[in-house]
């Protein structure tokens, strides 16, 4: 198309308004040419990383000097995704696209940065109250599962035998909640650092079989068969048993309650190149595939969760803990299909 006299007194016009509107944005903007030098940075951008376009324009990034905050943003992989990053105490979350311009007449990268630092104060400051508010709810649940148990205790010279039953279920439910709060609690720490392991030499098979035991009678009372095979040959191992405990229990008690009536649930535990194997496997709801990569982040739950009870931070709790360990954590699953979780934790052996 002939371009119009119009057209081409506004081009110079339009370059000089998207060179202000780019100057005023409060996102930070840095663009790379084809040949990777930086042809542009705005106002935001130089504020953020503590530098200015005229001591950066034109250069490559291997020209900057090593250590500054521009030489780390834009050595930093986040095509596509976006990574954090701090500089002088802020917070600042950083992503690159490739310039899109038809026909090539202009190729290069863009990077896009956004000052999170009063976000993520906020964040921190409310999932401090939620911690603290979940905290304080220990004291009244552990005084109402002292009582629980105080009454279970007298049997039933001092109990109606017909309580019994619903003393059970009290005791049940105050131990379920008492797993919710330190599920939350937990996931603070994690968020904060002081998800702490302590470990000592266990006899993890025998912490396992345990747990199993106990999940046996879930199981049952949910009308899932339930079975578990340990191989004798696992040495002690220097973990915090305590805390894998709890991974084996979450897993296990998401396979059980995942699978309905008549379903199987089978647990594996055995020795290869020395570490040790487990893996929880069951004939339930199964995850859709496009779930299987959120399925250890905070809070996510599938959707055909909905209606099963839970906090979505079981298996975040769990990563961090297998983790922790020097271990993996991963998941197979196919919908309608069943699930089967593994875990693989390097022996410390004694
Ligand atoms: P919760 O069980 O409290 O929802 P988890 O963090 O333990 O939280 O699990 C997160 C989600 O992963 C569950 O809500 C469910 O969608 C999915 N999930 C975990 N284990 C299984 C399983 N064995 N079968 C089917 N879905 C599962």
């Known amino acids: 198309m002939k371009k119009t006299a119009a057209h081409q007194k506004t081009a110079p016009a339009m370059v000089s308004v998207a060179e202000a509107i780019i100057g005023s944005l409060s996102t930070g903007i840095i663009y790379l040419d084809g040949n990777g030098r930086i042809a542009?940075?705005?106002?935001?951008?130089?504020?953020?990383?503590?530098?200015?376009?005229?001591?950066?324009?034109?250069?490559?990034?291997?020209?900057?000097?090593?250590?500054?905050?521009?030489?780390?943003?834009?050595?930093?992989?986040?095509?596509?995704?976006?990574?954090?990053?701090?500089?002088?105490?802020a917070v600042l979350t950083a992503r690159s696209i490739e310039l899109q311009v038809p026909a090539g007449s202009l190729s290069g990268?863009?990077?896009?940065?956004?000052?999170?630092?009063?976000?993520?104060?906020?964040?921190?400051?409310?999932?401090?109250?939620?911690?603290?508010?979940?905290?304080?709810?220990k004291s009244p649940l552990t005084v109402l599962m002292g009582y629980v148990q105080a009454l279970r205790n007298e049997g039933t010279a001092k109990v109606d035998a017909s309580l019994v039953?619903?003393?059970?279920?009290?005791?049940?439910?105050?131990?379920?909640?008492?797993?919710?709060?330190?599920?939350?609690?937990?996931?603070?720490?994690?968020?904060v650092g002081l998800l702490q392991t302590t470990c000592s030499w266990c006899d993890l098979p025998a912490l396992l079989e345990a747990c199993c035991h106990d999940m046996g009678s879930e199981a049952s009372s949910r009308g899932v068969r339930f079975t578990y095979d340990i191989e004798s040959n696992i040495p002690a191992m220097n973990v915090d048993g305590d805390q894998?405990?709890?991974?084996?229990?979450?897993?296990?008690?998401?396979?059980?309650?995942?699978?309905?009536?008549?379903?199987?649930?089978?647990?594996?535990?055995?020795?290869?190149?020395?570490?040790?194997?487990?893996?929880?496997?069951?004939?339930?709801?199964?995850?859709?595939?496009?779930?299987?990569?959120?399925?250890?982040n905070k809070y996510f739950r599938s959707k055909g969760a909905?209606?099963?009870?839970?906090?979505?931070?079981?298996?975040?709790?769990?990563?961090?803990?297998?983790?922790?360990?020097?271990?993996?954590?991963?998941?197979?699953?196919?919908?309608?299909?069943?699930?089967?979780?593994?875990?693989?934790?390097?022996?410390?052996a004694a």
Not at 110 to 121: R, S
Not at 169 to 178: A, G, N
Not at 266 to 283: C, I
Request: include cysteine; aromatic fraction near 4%; glycine fraction near 8%.
């Open 109 to 137: 990268e863009i990077y896009e940065l956004i000052d999170v630092t009063e976000e993520k104060k906020e964040k921190r400051h409310r999932e401090e109250i939620v911690a603290m508010m979940t905290h304080d709810l």
């Open 306 to 348: 909905n209606g099963f009870k839970g906090t979505g931070l079981g298996l975040t709790i769990s990563k961090a803990i297998v983790e922790a360990h020097g271990g993996t954590i991963a998941v197979e699953s196919k919908v309608g299909a069943g699930s089967c979780f593994t875990i693989v934790i390097p022996c410390r």
């Open 165 to 191: 039953p619903y003393l059970d279920e009290m005791d049940r439910s105050s131990l379920k909640l008492s797993a919710m709060i330190e599920d939350i609690l937990d996931a603070y720490r994690l968020e």
């Open 244 to 296: 894998l405990c709890r991974v084996f229990a979450n897993l296990i008690g998401n396979a059980i309650k995942f699978t309905s009536r008549k379903g199987q649930v089978t647990v594996n535990a055995w020795l290869e190149d020395e570490k040790l194997r487990v893996t929880v496997k069951d004939t339930g709801i199964g995850i859709p595939e496009q779930d299987l990569p959120r399925i250890f």
């Open 40 to 89: 542009l940075i705005n106002g935001r951008a130089e504020e953020m990383l503590h530098t200015s376009a005229g001591v950066v324009t034109g250069k490559r990034v291997d020209m900057l000097p090593l250590r500054t905050p521009i030489y780390r943003l834009l050595s930093e992989n986040c095509h596509g995704v976006t990574v954090e990053m701090s500089v002088n105490g």
